[in-house]
């Protein structure tokens, strides 16, 4: 290990100089809708509000920390995904944002399908009455046991993400007597411009067959010769947390191409082409996504005109929001145990729960806002630090942040966008219990995920 580095991360050990921070906001009470969820405000007393329930309520009924969803904001956000892409294309919510029967529920209600990459998704999705054919199942090491389940449950689609797949998949289907509607998952040598942990696209990474060197084309022939199979597309997934469109205008140009040279060998025009998800959202002020009508339609621009210079029929287009539905919709209430101000750096401010509930700021160095939601506050602005309750250095929600300077314990915290990867990325280091799903919606609360107990871990412990 060098001198400079860290044993928790390269970032976690540095203090910056005086200076680098911007300035504080204006108001410190203001709420910036772009990182809040729609039905979020403050009443009267200054306290934050969500579908009309003051967030001291939700505390004091369900306990903290808790995951707080806005299911108003959550429909309304589908719903602007499913009629952006009309009737021409597909939805598939990711459900590795975040997955319960409720979830599954709204989004069958709403007219959206459902992307799962694991047994225990696929299990969520269809106990919750998700019609299979309105599921499509990735993974790079889907087990046997996990294909034969969604073969004999008619998913609608399999993304096939390697050659000994194809094989796996085809054996299975034709055991059971079936033909599998599959895709094959490409990496078209584009990558996202985002954290290296969460680009997916370019070759030297675990997802999918690559473009290059004729691999996929390769998969393909495959995949046609097998009668257990029937090839309806292609999948290309280039990253996450992504607010620029050029990198699907690269991939789309690399994906048509292969249609096109799928077209000239073997004389099939395929009819799905599958673009992924991905699609990031404000965790900050400073972030600016796009909206859904926007997207879809350079989407469809992009794959339109991709396809006529390549003289294709335009193929039914796919996409799998997942952070783009939940993630703006929910946030997570912490109650503050303990100040320490900390002379010429700041203040950690320690909350009640931390990397148990949310990893991201550890494992991505992801940025969050966050604010003080019991009341309001005149006091001066200080630099804030919001670190978590769990044995580890790095136990950091929000690195860095403004607060009032008379925060006290029992103050109420909010941190907002953490409807995906929070709950599922959860754990139970330091054995701490993970919180509960909240949902809330006209003035009703109810708990969609309970919280965990100590009988829970006990249970599993049979040593």
């Known amino acids: 290990m060098s001198r400079s580095a860290h044993p928790a991360g390269p970032r976690h050990a540095d203090v910056l100089p005086e200076g680098h921070y911007s300035a504080p906001p204006a108001d410190l009470n203001a709420l910036d809708p772009k990182v809040w969820a729609q039905t979020v405000t403050r009443d009267e007393d200054g306290v934050l509000t969500v579908g009309g329930i003051p967030v001291t309520r939700l505390a004091e009924e369900f306990g903290t920390p808790a995951y707080v969803l806005d299911e108003t904001d959550f429909r309304a956000r589908a719903r602007a995904w499913r009629t952006a892409f009309g009737t021409d294309a597909d939805v598939y919510y990711a459900g590795k944002a975040f997955l319960s029967r409720a979830v599954v529920r709204w989004l069958h209600e709403e007219g959206l399908n459902v992307d799962v990459c694991s047994g225990g998704e696929l299990g969520t999705a269809l106990s919750a009455g998700m019609p299979a054919e309105r599921v499509a199942f990735h993974g790079n090491n889907k087990s046997v046991e996990e294909i034969t389940r969604a073969v004999e449950a008619g998913v609608g689609h399999i993304v096939l993400d390697s050659f000994q797949e194809i094989v796996r998949v085809a054996h299975i289907a034709q055991g059971l007597g079936r033909r599998q509607k599959v895709l094959i998952r490409i990496t078209v040598g584009v990558e996202a411009h985002t954290h290296e942990f969460i680009a997916t696209a370019h070759e030297d990474q675990k997802f999918g067959i690559p473009l290059a060197g004729g691999q996929a084309a390769e998969a393909v022939r495959r995949a046609l010769q097998l009668d257990g199979l029937e090839l309806v597309g292609i999948h290309s997934h280039i990253g996450s947390q992504i607010f620029d469109m050029s990198g699907f205008e690269v991939a789309a140009h690399r994906v048509v191409g292969l249609l096109k040279d799928i077209r000239d060998e073997h004389g099939i025009e395929l009819p799905e082409i599958d673009l992924g998800g991905g699609l990031g959202i404000a965790y900050t002020s400073d972030d600016d996504p796009r909206e859904p009508h926007e997207i879809a339609k350079a989407l469809s621009e992009i794959v339109g005109r991709e396809c006529e210079a390549a003289r294709l029929r335009t193929p039914r287009i796919s996409v799998e929001p997942g952070r783009a539905i939940v993630g703006p919709t929910a946030f997570t209430l912490y109650e503050v145990g303990t100040t320490k101000p900390l002379d010429g750096l700041r203040t950690y401010v320690s909350v009640d729960g931390g990397m148990s509930d949310n990893i991201r700021t550890a494992l991505y160095d992801a940025e969050y806002s966050v604010a003080l939601v019991s009341r309001?506050?005149?006091?001066?602005?200080?630099?804030?630090?919001?670190?978590?309750?769990?044995?580890?250095?790095?136990?950091?929600?929000?690195?860095?942040?403004?607060?009032?300077?008379?925060?006290?314990?029992?103050?109420?915290?909010?941190?907002?966008?953490?409807?995906?990867?929070?709950?599922?990325?959860?754990?139970?280091?330091?054995?701490?219990?993970?919180?509960p799903v909240v949902a809330v919606r006209d003035r009703e609360a109810r708990v969609i995920v309970r919280r965990e107990t100590e009988e829970d871990l006990l249970r599993l412990d049979v040593g």
Do not use: Q, W
């Open 376 to 435: 309001t506050s005149d006091a001066a602005p200080m630099l804030a630090r919001v670190v978590g309750k769990h044995c580890e250095s790095g136990d950091i929600v929000v690195k860095d942040a403004f607060l009032p300077a008379d925060l006290a314990p029992g103050d109420l915290l909010a941190v907002p966008a953490t409807g995906a990867y929070c709950r599922s990325m959860a754990s139970n280091y330091n054995h701490v219990l993970r919180p």
